[in-house]
């Protein structure tokens, strides 16, 4: 069983539109979090919820807004997409917020075009 | 949080052991040391953390110094499919806004070859 999914794993896409990635973690995780890995392949976490409650928002445009219907899912929507915003964007997991032992899915790669 | 150091390219032999260092000289007491890895084009996986004892898991063993200022990662046998970045981290337990937070540096790639 895939503990950290994320769909799809490919997205390209033109600059103005707006895209959604979403994750799903059935570890039982209480915490997820967002990274992108931008070209030059380093790794930057963008967001965290906990319990389904915005922890960590690491000065990201407004564009980028997550959404966690439940524990087990944090999605990321992206409005207005930008060349700049093109990046492998992975979604994580950990058993509580003050962990630092956390769970990675398998990344999406974005493309704007 | 204290800052790392690592080399940026090692090789090993298959079958033999990998030894990866990482020196964090400003550590704090409270701070653990975590080791993660990326192999190519898939997501960061965890291998295992440590605060000031040795560490030993199914995947690898943390070797802590005394003063805690340097530890090393050992793979104790190589396989092509270690080949990855692995990436050093030190974290301490917090709340706030330092919570949750992992920072990934430019880590070492070790190349493992046959």
């Known amino acids: 069983d895939t503990a950290v999914s994320q769909t799809p794993k490919y997205l390209v896409t033109q600059m103005g539109n707006d895209k959604s990635i979403k994750c799903e973690q059935n570890l039982g995780h209480d915490t997820m979090y967002w990274y992108k890995q931008d070209s030059k392949k380093f790794l930057k976490i963008m967001f965290s919820?906990?319990?389904?409650?915005?922890?960590i928002n690491e000065t990201v445009p407004n564009r980028f807004s997550p959404k966690s219907p439940d524990k087990a899912h944090l999605n990321l929507h992206i409005n207005s997409l930008e060349l700049g915003d093109s990046a492998v964007y992975f979604c994580?997991?950990?058993?509580?917020?003050?962990?630092?032992?956390?769970?990675f899915g398998p990344g999406t790669r974005l493309t704007v075009t | 949080d204290a800052k790392t150091t690592q080399p940026p390219s090692m090789d090993c032999a298959e079958g033999r052991a990998a030894n990866l260092p990482c020196n964090h000289s400003t550590i704090s007491g409270n701070e653990y040391v975590y080791w993660y890895r990326q192999i190519h084009s898939q997501g960061p996986q965890y291998i295992i953390h440590?605060?000031?004892n040795n560490e030993t898991n199914e995947m690898a063993s943390l070797i802590i110094t005394e003063d805690r200022k340097s530890s090393t990662l050992i793979l104790p046998h190589a396989t092509l499919r270690d080949t990855a970045v692995y990436y050093c981290i030190v974290r301490a337990p917090g709340r706030g806004s330092t919570l949750g937070r992992l920072y990934f540096g430019r880590g070492t790639q070790l190349t493992v070859w046959p």
């Open positions: 919820y906990n319990n389904k409650e915005l922890i």
């Open positions: 994580a997991s950990s058993g509580d917020s003050l962990s630092y032992e956390q769970y």
């Open positions: 440590g605060l000031k």
